[in-house]
Each structure stands twice: as structure tokens, then as C-alpha cells.
């Protein structure tokens, strides 16, 4: 059995026992003995949805209200017309199938790539590189989009995107541990009623069962969810 480290020793008994209110949640969160650097906080939502079942995947992205506290290596797949605009709002790389043969070439130096509809057809021969990493452009997470300079800057600015794992999981960055308790609590708040809005229409039952937050080197902490009840 792999030995506890003190930190981890000293975290175990601040953990709440039961879930805690959304304010009440973060501020526990606060209370556990931190690294020496500024932790990353998620958010962890598990579904009741059939993850067997097409239409119950969920996967799509999100702008925080307060952010993320970090930005994003982005690259734009995108016509010569739009790269110096790509480039100008914070994309690292833009272009076509120059683009295309860096990434073919081994570059992969990046978080997110985003592309225009018609780069699609270009890109696609990049499908067995990036899709295993999720990378591959898609319009379920808003990274296929006309306005490719607009994503550029949203991505850049540290846009979230979600999909639902093998066990209906949903995780996110919602911030850092050095956030304001108002802004890590915004965040969750908006995050949370995202993914109650993509609520697949043929998912019965309860669909948001469990929530919890943490940072990278802490106990979780499971938040109270009062509107969780079955549905017909």
C-alpha cells in the first residue's frame, strides 16, 4: 500500500463528510494545506446518462465567466485570407496544409486547434494523429466554426471544453486555488448549468447525481445538488 505524504495525512480529516452547499464547498476547499504552487480546481459531475447511447454523449465547450486562470496554445486551420487575423488574436499557428505537414511532421505543440468548415476536407488525413489525443476539430466543442478568429480568441483565453468519459463523467477547469471565493463559485455555478442545459432529451431518471470539487493535490468535496430528482 503506498504511503500517505503529510500533507495527504494532514488533508485527510478536513474532508467533509456529507455534501456541502456550493459556497460551503469551496470554502472547504480552501481550507485544505496546499502545495507550493497554485493548484487547479475541477469540477467532477457524474451523469445519468447511457453512454452506449449516441445522443446521451455529451461534449461541447464553455466560457467561464471569471476564466480559467491560464491561456491556451491554439492553432487555426484556416484559408491565407483569415491566418493574420487567426494570428493576431493569439493563435500560436495558422494556415492550411502547410499547417497540415508540420503535424504530419511530428509538431504537436499545441492545446487546441480550430478550423473552418472548408479546412475539413484538408484536415481530415490528420484524423488518426489527433483524434486519439482529442484534438481533431469538431463541431460538438465549437472547434469547426466559421468565425475562426472569434474561437481563436476564446480557446486562447482558456474556453473549456467537456465530454462525457466511459462512466458518464464530466470534468472541468474551473479555475485556480488563488481565485477569489466569489469566482471560483461563479464559475461552478455557470458550469454547472451548462451541463443541466445539455441534458439529452431522452435521458430518464436523475440526471446530475453526483458533483464534487477539488484541487490538483487535495481531497475531494462533494457539493450538494437540491434540484437532482427524477424525471418521467
Known sequence: MPKLSKRARANAPLA??????????????K??????????VEVVMHLGVDVKQADQNLRGSVSLPKGIGKTKRVIAFCGSDVTKDALAAGATKAGGEELVAEIEGGWMDFDVAVASPDMMRVISKLGRVLGPKGLMPSPKNGTVTK???????????????????????????????????????ENLQHFVATIEKAKPSSVKGTYVKKISVCG??????QVQYASAVPTA
Open 216 to 221: 490538483t493535490m487535495t481531497p475531494g468535496v
Open 16 to 29: 467533509p463528510e456529507s455534501p456541502l452547499p456550493m459556497p460551503e464547498a469551496i470554502a472547504a476547499l
Open 147 to 185: 468565425n475562426v478568429v472569434d474561437a481563436v480568441k476564446e480557446f486562447a483565453a482558456g474556453k473549456v471544453e467537456y465530454r462525457t468519459d466511459k462512466s458518464g463523467n464530466v470534468h472541468a477547469i474551473i479555475g485556480k486555488m488563488s481565485f477569489a471565493d466569489g469566482d471560483l463559485l
Open 31 to 40: 481550507k485544505f494545506k496546499p502545495p507550493k504552487f497554485d493548484q487547479t
